[in-house]
Protein backbone atom coordinates (compact mmCIF):
# COMPACT_ATOMS: atom_id res chain seq x y z
CA UNK A 1 0.00 0.00 0.00
CA UNK A 2 2.83 2.34 1.15
CA UNK A 3 4.40 1.36 -2.13
CA UNK A 4 1.49 2.19 -4.57
CA UNK A 5 0.60 5.16 -2.46
CA UNK A 6 4.28 6.81 -3.70
CA UNK A 7 4.10 5.37 -7.35
CA UNK A 8 1.44 8.73 -7.58
CA UNK A 9 2.34 10.59 -4.76
CA UNK A 10 5.75 11.76 -6.19
CA UNK A 11 4.14 12.75 -9.04
CA UNK A 12 1.74 15.11 -7.54
CA UNK A 13 4.65 16.51 -5.86
CA UNK A 14 5.96 17.57 -8.76
CA UNK A 15 3.03 19.04 -10.42
CA UNK A 16 1.82 21.37 -7.12
CA UNK A 17 5.69 22.37 -7.29
CA UNK A 18 5.22 23.73 -10.89
CA UNK A 19 3.09 26.75 -9.83
CA UNK A 20 4.75 27.51 -6.62
CA UNK A 21 8.16 27.58 -8.18
CA UNK A 22 6.48 29.70 -11.24
CA UNK A 23 5.94 31.86 -8.77
CA UNK A 24 9.52 31.87 -7.30
CA UNK A 25 10.66 33.10 -10.63
CA UNK A 26 8.05 35.97 -10.86
CA UNK A 27 9.00 37.11 -7.52
CA UNK A 28 12.92 37.23 -8.57
CA UNK A 29 12.54 38.96 -11.29
CA UNK A 30 10.10 41.33 -9.66
CA UNK A 31 12.84 42.08 -6.99
CA UNK A 32 15.20 42.28 -9.35
CA UNK A 33 13.20 44.87 -11.31
CA UNK A 34 12.41 46.76 -8.07
CA UNK A 35 15.70 47.06 -6.81
CA UNK A 36 16.91 48.14 -10.04
CA UNK A 37 19.19 45.43 -11.02
CA UNK A 38 17.71 43.29 -13.18
CA UNK A 39 20.13 44.18 -16.18
CA UNK A 40 23.05 43.10 -13.94
CA UNK A 41 24.65 39.73 -15.57
CA UNK A 42 24.89 37.81 -12.18
CA UNK A 43 21.92 38.47 -11.41
CA UNK A 44 20.02 37.12 -14.59
CA UNK A 45 22.21 34.60 -14.16
CA UNK A 46 20.50 33.61 -11.23
CA UNK A 47 16.84 34.41 -12.54
CA UNK A 48 18.27 31.38 -15.45
CA UNK A 49 18.81 29.27 -12.77
CA UNK A 50 15.40 29.60 -11.48
CA UNK A 51 14.08 29.14 -15.05
CA UNK A 52 15.84 25.99 -15.68
CA UNK A 53 14.77 24.43 -12.46
CA UNK A 54 11.25 25.42 -13.21
CA UNK A 55 11.40 24.19 -17.32
CA UNK A 56 13.46 20.76 -15.65
CA UNK A 57 10.31 20.14 -13.50
CA UNK A 58 8.03 20.69 -15.90
CA UNK A 59 9.30 18.75 -18.59
CA UNK A 60 9.79 16.39 -16.19
CA UNK A 61 6.38 15.69 -14.40
CA UNK A 62 4.89 15.83 -18.15
CA UNK A 63 7.32 13.48 -19.63
CA UNK A 64 6.05 11.12 -16.40
CA UNK A 65 2.60 11.21 -17.94
CA UNK A 66 3.28 10.98 -21.76
CA UNK A 67 5.72 7.84 -20.55
CA UNK A 68 3.05 6.23 -18.21
CA UNK A 69 3.22 2.59 -17.08
CA UNK A 70 0.35 0.71 -16.21
CA UNK A 71 -0.27 -1.17 -12.78
CA UNK A 72 -2.61 -3.67 -11.71
CA UNK A 73 -4.42 -2.57 -15.78
CA UNK A 74 -4.03 1.09 -14.19
CA UNK A 75 -2.08 3.54 -15.86
CA UNK A 76 -0.05 5.51 -13.86
CA UNK A 77 2.64 8.13 -14.68
CA UNK A 78 6.32 6.47 -14.79
CA UNK A 79 7.43 5.62 -11.63
CA UNK A 80 10.91 6.52 -12.45
CA UNK A 81 10.31 9.95 -14.11
CA UNK A 82 8.32 10.68 -11.30
CA UNK A 83 10.56 10.04 -8.54
CA UNK A 84 13.42 12.00 -10.55
CA UNK A 85 11.19 14.72 -10.86
CA UNK A 86 10.30 15.01 -6.90
CA UNK A 87 14.31 14.56 -6.41
CA UNK A 88 15.04 17.57 -8.75
CA UNK A 89 12.56 20.03 -7.24
CA UNK A 90 13.30 18.57 -3.34
CA UNK A 91 17.19 18.74 -4.18
CA UNK A 92 17.28 22.13 -5.67
CA UNK A 93 15.25 24.06 -3.81
CA UNK A 94 17.68 25.81 -1.64
CA UNK A 95 20.14 26.85 -4.52
CA UNK A 96 16.26 28.32 -5.49
CA UNK A 97 15.79 30.24 -2.49
CA UNK A 98 19.01 31.22 -2.12
CA UNK A 99 19.47 32.87 -5.45
CA UNK A 100 15.91 34.80 -4.60
CA UNK A 101 16.94 36.11 -1.02
CA UNK A 102 20.23 36.65 -2.89
CA UNK A 103 18.33 39.20 -5.70
CA UNK A 104 16.02 40.50 -2.93
CA UNK A 105 18.93 41.71 -0.31
CA UNK A 106 18.95 42.00 2.89
CA UNK A 107 16.36 44.37 3.66
CA UNK A 108 14.23 41.26 3.09
CA UNK A 109 14.69 39.71 6.95
CA UNK A 110 14.07 43.38 8.62
CA UNK A 111 11.59 44.67 6.10
CA UNK A 112 8.92 46.47 8.43
CA UNK A 113 4.98 45.09 8.42
CA UNK A 114 2.48 46.70 6.24
CA UNK A 115 1.16 48.23 9.84
CA UNK A 116 4.71 50.38 9.78
CA UNK A 117 3.59 51.13 6.45
CA UNK A 118 0.34 52.03 6.82
CA UNK A 119 0.79 54.25 10.15
CA UNK A 120 1.76 58.19 9.40
CA UNK A 121 4.42 58.49 11.95
CA UNK A 122 6.65 55.67 10.19
CA UNK A 123 5.05 56.02 6.51
CA UNK A 124 7.26 58.88 5.04
CA UNK A 125 10.31 57.09 6.26
CA UNK A 126 9.83 54.06 4.45
CA UNK A 127 9.11 56.13 1.41
CA UNK A 128 12.40 57.68 1.70
CA UNK A 129 14.59 55.35 3.06
CA UNK A 130 13.36 51.64 1.54
CA UNK A 131 12.38 52.78 -1.81
CA UNK A 132 13.84 51.06 -4.92
CA UNK A 133 14.04 51.73 -8.16
CA UNK A 134 12.47 55.53 -8.97
CA UNK A 135 9.19 54.17 -10.87
CA UNK A 136 8.60 51.50 -8.63
CA UNK A 137 6.31 52.11 -6.11
CA UNK A 138 7.78 51.72 -2.43
CA UNK A 139 4.92 49.53 -1.50
CA UNK A 140 5.07 47.86 -4.28
CA UNK A 141 8.61 46.34 -3.45
CA UNK A 142 7.68 45.93 0.11
CA UNK A 143 4.64 43.74 -0.55
CA UNK A 144 7.05 41.49 -2.74
CA UNK A 145 9.36 41.46 -0.10
CA UNK A 146 6.54 40.09 2.29
CA UNK A 147 5.30 37.82 -0.51
CA UNK A 148 8.86 36.09 -0.68
CA UNK A 149 9.95 36.35 3.35
CA UNK A 150 6.94 34.83 4.64
CA UNK A 151 5.09 32.35 1.63
CA UNK A 152 8.14 31.46 -0.36
CA UNK A 153 10.94 30.76 1.36
CA UNK A 154 9.62 30.07 4.81
CA UNK A 155 11.70 27.17 6.86
CA UNK A 156 8.07 25.56 6.15
CA UNK A 157 8.24 25.83 2.72
CA UNK A 158 12.09 23.89 2.80
CA UNK A 159 11.42 21.61 5.14
CA UNK A 160 8.15 20.54 3.54
CA UNK A 161 9.83 20.48 -0.11
CA UNK A 162 13.09 18.08 1.31
CA UNK A 163 10.89 15.94 2.93
CA UNK A 164 7.54 15.60 1.97
CA UNK A 165 6.26 12.05 -0.39
CA UNK A 166 9.24 11.21 0.96
CA UNK A 167 12.91 12.11 1.48
CA UNK A 168 15.63 12.47 -1.23
CA UNK A 169 16.56 8.98 0.00
CA UNK A 170 13.33 7.88 -0.62
CA UNK A 171 13.34 8.93 -4.55
CA UNK A 172 16.59 7.51 -5.10
CA UNK A 173 15.98 3.87 -3.43
CA UNK A 174 13.17 4.14 -5.97
CA UNK A 175 14.61 5.59 -9.02
CA UNK A 176 17.37 2.48 -8.73
CA UNK A 177 15.10 -0.08 -8.10
CA UNK A 178 12.95 0.50 -10.26
CA UNK A 179 15.50 1.28 -13.35
CA UNK A 180 17.03 -2.28 -12.64
CA UNK A 181 15.43 -3.66 -15.76
CA UNK A 182 16.55 -0.52 -17.40
CA UNK A 183 20.04 -0.81 -16.39
CA UNK A 184 20.34 -4.44 -17.34
CA UNK A 185 19.57 -3.84 -20.76
CA UNK A 186 22.66 -1.01 -21.12
CA UNK A 187 24.39 -3.07 -19.22
CA UNK A 188 24.00 -6.13 -21.78
CA UNK A 189 24.42 -3.31 -24.96
CA UNK A 190 27.96 -2.14 -23.08
CA UNK A 191 28.64 -6.11 -22.99
CA UNK A 192 27.70 -6.31 -26.78
CA UNK A 193 29.70 -3.26 -27.74
CA UNK A 194 32.93 -4.57 -25.95
CA UNK A 195 32.78 -8.36 -27.50
CA UNK A 196 31.86 -10.15 -24.27
CA UNK A 197 29.88 -13.11 -24.78
CA UNK A 198 28.08 -15.19 -22.12
Known sequence: ????????HR???ASYRIPVSEVMVGAAQAMAEYNGIDKVPHIREKITD?????????????ASCMDYMT??????PNTVTSNIAKYHFADNIHSCIKAIEDIAGGLLITVPTYK???NPETRDYMEKYLGGKADIPTEHRLRMMQLIRRRLTTFETEVLALHAEGSLQAQRMTIYGESMPEIQKYKQWAEDAAGIKK
Not at 1 to 8: K, R
Not at 50 to 62: E, G, M
Open 1 to 8: LVYNFAYL
Open 50 to 62: LIIYVDTLKSLAR
Open 116 to 118: DYQ
Open 71 to 76: HAGIPI
Open 11 to 13: HTA
